[in-house]
């Protein structure tokens, strides 16, 4: 599948991997809906200001209200479309010293069941279409529990399984799904990392490498590849071992809240 001269939509659109990834499929010519809280961000930003292909939808995926809306505009403006790129997320700790239910589920909102919500939204659409793509961003998080990774691990494994579960049903369709699982790469989520991380890769890089696989007809796409095999790795080890391993690290897992955040907590509770 080319990725060019298509209608696609991108959720999660104003930072990170989706910003990144709506600038380089406009490159392509493609017809992009940018959907994001912030969306209207885009409009002055020197990267898309005058961009005639691109389209901004504000809106938030925990909210119902807001993804109806949603549907009516792609109704309205976009009923070829062709693709979706659930790329919204955050990443929080949670604590056992300190639990905050409300954050805890609030990042399963987010990571997981907005992109429940979205694939509901587009997929008879997208069943419509002679070639089409639903393309979810999980995380190498998915693989194995971390420390201090409760619901982000939780919420992106559970997009991992319901990928599977809708690949196995849309088997044979026109529709392709795709899993796209990161290591590290340079976004403002990384940014929120005070520990190691060894091997990141530039955010240019990473989505370049992500739209070269699609078309190449991968379908499960992990990168960087060195990443992939380290958490292959950790997957083989006997769990006591890993338990036992991960709990030693856990003290060194501190995520800063970024500034736009409603929750916050303590780097080091």
């Not at 930072?15 to 992009?32: I, P």
């Not at 990267?47 to 504000?58: E, V």
């Not at 696989?213 to 997957?235: K, Q, V």
Request: aromatic residues 10%.
């Amino acid at each position: 599948m080319k990725l060019t001269q298509r209608t696609l939509l991108v959720v999660g659109a104003t930072s990170g991997l989706g910003r990144e990834l709506v600038r380089q499929l406009l490159q392509r010519e493609n017809r992009v809906i940018a959907f994001s809280r912030r969306a209207g961000a885009l409009a002055e930003d020197p990267d898309f200001r005058g961009k005639g292909g691109l389209l901004l939808h504000p809106g938030d995926v925990r909210r119902p209200e807001d993804i109806a809306r949603l549907g009516e505009f792609l109704q309205r403006e976009a009923p070829d479309l062709d693709g979706v790129f659930y790329c919204a997320g955050v990443s929080r700790p949670d604590f056992v010293e300190a639990p905050d239910l409300a954050r805890t589920l609030d990042t399963i909102r987010v990571n997981f069941e907005g992109a429940v919500r979205l694939i509901d939204l587009t997929l008879p659409g997208l069943r419509r279409r002679p070639e089409a793509v639903l393309a979810g961003f999980t995380s190498m998080a998915a693989v194995r529990g971390m420390p201090r990774g409760g619901a982000y691990c939780a919420s992106k494994a559970a997009l991992e399984r319901y990928l599977d579960c809708l690949r196995i049903d849309l088997y044979g369709s026109a529709i392709r799904v795709i899993t796209i699982a990161p290591g590290y790469v340079a976004t403002p989520m990384s940014a929120q990392n005070r520990f190691p991380m060894p091997g990141i890769w530039p955010v240019e890089r990473g989505v370049r490498h992500v739209l070269a696989c699609i078309e190449a007809g991968h379908d499960i796409i992990r990168f960087p590849w060195y990443h992939a095999w380290g958490m292959t790795l950790l997957s083989w080890l006997p769990d006591r071992v890993y338990w036992w391993l991960a709990h030693r690290y856990r003290t060194q897992v501190r995520i800063q809240p970024q500034a736009h955040d409603e929750f916050q907590w303590p780097v080091e509770p």
